[in-house]
Structures are given as C-alpha cells and as structure tokens.
C-alpha cells in the first residue's frame, strides 16, 4: 500500500489517483505519522457520521491543520458538539430551510446575470475566477450583512491564508501569516463599529450580536470567526462544483448536447459534478470513545480524517463509480455530509449552483474549454478547479 500523507506533493496536486489506490484496501487506512486513520470508503464515513456521534469530537476542529497539526481551533459552531452546536446553528437555522432559500431566487439570478453580462461582451474568460467565484463571494457576504466590497476583499484574504506552496505543510508561510494578521484586523476593526453602531449590522451578524444561548453571548473574537467560517464555507465549495460540471460536460460532448438542449438536466448535473469531484477534499474528527469501524477497532484519541473526495468515488456504493454521468440515480451520497453536522447551505448551495449553471448554458452555446490551461487548486482541504478558462459560441 502507499506511505500515504495528506500534506505530501503528490496528495496536495490531485490525490484522486491516491485514493483509488487506498480504496483497494477494505477498511481505514492507518496514517501513523498523524495518529489517524484516513477512512477513504463510503461505508465508513457514513458509519462514522450517523452511528458513532457520540464517539466523536468536533471540538479539536475540523480541518486537517487543525487536527493533525494542532494549529489554534477558532471558536464557532462548526467546532462544537451536537448538542452546543445545535442551539448556536439554531440561530439562523431557519435562513436556510429550503422555503427560504428559493426567496432568494431573483436576487441571486439578477447577479448572476450582472456578473455574466460582460463577460459574455467579451466571449472568453475564466469561468471560476471571473463569474462563480465572485457571485458566490458577494453573496455569502449578503447573507452576513456585508458590502460586495467587503465580502470580495475578506474572501480573497482568506485565499491567501489558504495558498499553499510546493512543499508546505500547514498555514506556515509568510504570505498565510501575513494575510491572516490583515484579515483579523479588518475584521476586528468592522466588528468594533458596530458594536459602536448596532444599526450598521445585518443578516447574520446582527442575529448573532443579538443571540443569547445559555446565558452566553459572543464575543468580539467569536463574531470575526463566524464571519471566517460563513465567507469560507458560503462561496468556497459551490463555485468548485459549477466549474467541475462545465470541465466534466465538455468532455462528454453528447451529454453536454442535451444538457444544452434541456436546462432542466442542471441538477442532476449539479449533483453528478459534485460527487465525481467533491470539493470538499477531507474533513477531521477526533475519537472521544473506542469503537469498532466495521471491523477496524478505533481508540480514544486517534483522528479519523474522512475523506469524502474519495468516498464519493467509492465503486462500492456506486456502479461504474469514476464515469461521469448526469443520469446516474443513486440513493446515498455525501456531497454536504450526513448527520448533525450536516451542511447548514446545502439547499442554497443547489439552488445557487443551478442557477449559476442555466445563466451560463443560456448564453454560452457550445462553449469551449481551454483543457490545457485549467488548473485545480493546490491544497490539503479543498478539491477542484480554480481556473478554468473558456470562450463561449459568438
């Protein structure tokens, strides 16, 4: 089997390979240099997620820096147990309940359009960093009550936290810690404003400001973390799946032809880009309890690193599991999760990538990918393309 680490070269490029190598093996691989076990089939994650909640922690983190690197956990919902977590999810929990989602159906397609009108002036573009990327970050800073300025700003410094050179390991480089300082600052700087001028706050923000939950409010800290988490999560994953579905159609010019032919095919493409090129690359938990993993002991303590990129290619659970097809019908899958932790957007993840989809399909004709010029990103947490470069049919 691979000496497989989840920082190396070769898993931080494109570990698809990797994992199809690890999926030979029943059960969780053991990575021994982080105390972790890498459960790359479906079964396991799933196992993990709906069985053994109460096994589990969610409080060491949930990304691999977090986990298996010991970098500080920032305090929000995300990192809580079921139970804490529930009551501070519960805040806007109800923002994302699937009625009051679609009332955002018009605001999000007339920036869609906005974004896509002179992009389709100028005929090529790069269909990631020009059109999904942007809409996805604009309106992930809506949701939180911020300016488009803002939100664009905020994002792109948290990409740079993110950016990974050949060979590092973790948030480690200046350009991170240096993104990182002016991001805090920033973000601690418009928190201090509204605390001066509650008035100013909106959307999230202004519910959390307000929220009380056993007796607790959030601090100042609290509240940049939240902003971290919901510009991170609002506008990081969605745009990858929206750039996979156009790479992935245009290599299969019959489905692409129908697709094209009948725009109510995009959810299903939606749904079908997002299990062959999951975005979300891995997601870590830490074992409070022993526990048998269908066969596998567990031990308190040990980290369970769910790889959900290679789960969702698992040919155990799905028939012909690397072939991408739009009419692929199947009962289970992982694209947001399962469980408590479940993703809070997932219906407005759907109805924002399908409406990114039809906008482009309407205008772009039979498109044309630049295949030699794509690139995926670089990185240890996210999977998928962040330039993909095309012309659209004049």
């Not at 992935?248 to 129908?258: C, F, I, S, T, V």
Request: net charge negative; charged share 25%.
């Amino acid at each position: 089997m691979l000496d497989y680490d989840p920082f190396s070269d070769e898993a931080m490029r494109d570990p698809r390979a990797i994992y199809e190598q690890l999926r030979l093996r029943d059960g969780p691989y053991f990575v021994e240099k982080y105390n972790a076990w890498a459960l790359v089939h479906f079964e396991d994650i799933w196992q993990v997620s709906t069985k053994h909640e109460q096994d589990i922690t969610f409080t060491a983190g949930q990304p691999l820096t977090n986990v298996l690197l010991g970098e500080p956990v920032p305090h929000c919902f995300v990192s809580m147990d079921l139970s804490e977590h529930r009551k501070w999810r519960n805040v806007i929990h109800a923002d994302y309940k699937k009625s009051t989602v679609e009332q955002d159906r018009e605001r999000i397609t007339t920036l869609a359009r906005e974004i896509l009108a002179p992009l389709q002036e100028r005929g090529s573009f790069d269909f990631y960093r020009e059109y999904v990327n942007p809409v996805l970050a604009i309106n992930a800073g809506h949701n939180l009550g911020l300016s488009r300025e803002n939100s664009i700003e905020w994002r792109r410094l948290i990409d740079e936290t993110m950016h990974r050179e050949p060979g590092q390991i973790g948030t480690s480089s200046q350009r991170n810690q240096a993104a990182g300082m002016e991001l805090f600052g920033q973000l601690h700087g418009y928190v201090q404003s509204l605390r001066a001028d509650t008035e100013k706050a909106g959307g999230h923000v202004a519910k959390y400001m307000a929220a009380e939950v056993d007796g607790k409010r959030m601090e100042d800290q609290d509240l940049v973390n939240l902003m971290v988490v919901f510009l991170t999560v609002g506008s990081g994953t969605t745009p990858n799946t929206c750039a996979a579905a156009v790479y992935h159609l245009a290599k299969h010019p019959e489905q692409k032809a129908q697709v094209l032919a009948d725009l109510s095919l995009v959810p299903k493409l939606f749904f079908e880009a997002a299990r062959v090129d999951q975005p979300t690359n891995i997601l870590c938990r830490r074992a409070i309890n022993d526990f048998d993993l269908r066969g596998t002991p567990i031990k308190a303590g040990q980290n369970l690193m769910m790889v959900y990129a290679s789960a969702n290619r698992d040919e155990a659970e799905f028939e012909h599991a690397a072939e991408f097809d739009i009419h692929r019908s199947y009962k289970r899958d992982l694209t947001f999760g399962v469980g408590g932790h479940m993703c809070l957007g997932m219906h407005l993840a759907t109805m924002t990538g399908t409406i990114l989809l039809e906008e482009f399909f309407k205008i772009s004709g039979d498109y044309q990918v630049d295949f030699a010029n794509c690139t995926r990103a670089y990185g240890e947490f996210l999977s998928g393309f962040d330039h993909l470069p095309l012309t659209i049919a004049k």
